[in-house]
C-alpha cells in the first residue's frame, strides 16, 4: 500500500550557501470512493485512515445517515498502481439514491479534482515544459518577497492563498487570491491569458503547499518554475519531474529548497553543495 510521507534527498539554498540534506514528504494519491462497486467520487488524499475518510465523507455528503449503514469497507490499490479504490456496501436502496447524485457534488473549497469519477482522470499524465528560463537564487528569493506585499486580501482576512507571477525583469507582474488555492492559480493563469503573458517567462509563485493538481495546472499554464512557500507532496514531485518542471518549495526568507529539474537555477551550477550532515 502507497506510504503516506518518505523522505527525499534535495539541495536547500541557505544563508546564502547550498547545503545537501533530506525532508520528509507527505504523499498524496487518488482515492475513488465506490459505493456498491460504482464510482461515485475520486479525490485526493494523503494515503492513511482511508476507513475514516469513506466514513467521514459519506456522511458529509448525505450518502449514509449513519456510519453503521455502510454495511463494509474495503480499502484496495487499483491494480494499475494508481491510487487506491476505497469500496463501500450500502443497502441497494441507498445506492439506488446515489445513482441521481453522481457527479453533482458540490466540491468543498480548494479541492482539485472533485467531481472526476476514474483514477485514470486524476492521474493524467501533465503536459511538458519546455521554458528555457534561468534565474539566480536571488531572484528566487525576489520573488517570494514580492507576495506579501500584493495580498490586499490576505492582510485583511488572514484566510485566502495567493498565487502570483514574477518575471526576471519585471518583477511582480500579477497576483490573484482566493480561499482555494487551485482557484487562486486558476484566476491567475485566467489573468496572465487575457494579458498575453508568456508563463514561460517567469515564475509562479504560490502561498500554499503543492500537490499535484497545481503541477498539472502549472504544466498546462506552460510554467517551467513553480514556486512555493510549503513543502511538495510526493506526487507533486513525481509529476513536476515528468511535466520538466523546476519545483522550488519551502521558500522562506533565509532560501528555498530545490527538488525537481534544477538546471533552471542558473547560479546553481557555480555554487558548491554541501553536506549538512558532515
Known sequence: MIQAARPVERPAWRRGRWEQGA?????????????NRATYAVMMATPADLEDFAVGFSLAEGVVGSADEIEEIEIVEAASGDGIEARM????????AMGERRRAIAGPTGCGLCGLDSL???????????SGLRVAPAEIEAAVAALAP???????????HAAGFWRPEGGLVALREDVGRHNALDKLAGALARAGEDAAAGL???????????VQKAAR???GVLVAVSAPTGLALRSAEAAGITLVAVAREDGFELFTHPERIGERGSEEVVDDAA
Open 23 to 35: 525532508r520528509q514528504i507527505a504523499e498524496e494519491t487518488a482515492v475513488s470512493l465506490t459505493y
Open 89 to 96: 456496501w450500502v443497502a441497494p436502496e441507498r445506492a439506488e
Open 120 to 130: 485514470a482522470q486524476a492521474l493524467r499524465p501533465p503536459p511538458r515544459v519546455t
Open 150 to 160: 500584493g495580498q490586499v486580501l490576505g492582510r485583511a482576512t488572514r484566510a485566502v
Open 204 to 214: 509562479v509563485v504560490m502561498t500554499s503547499r503543492i500537490s499535484v493538481e497545481l
Open 221 to 223: 499554464m506552460g510554467a
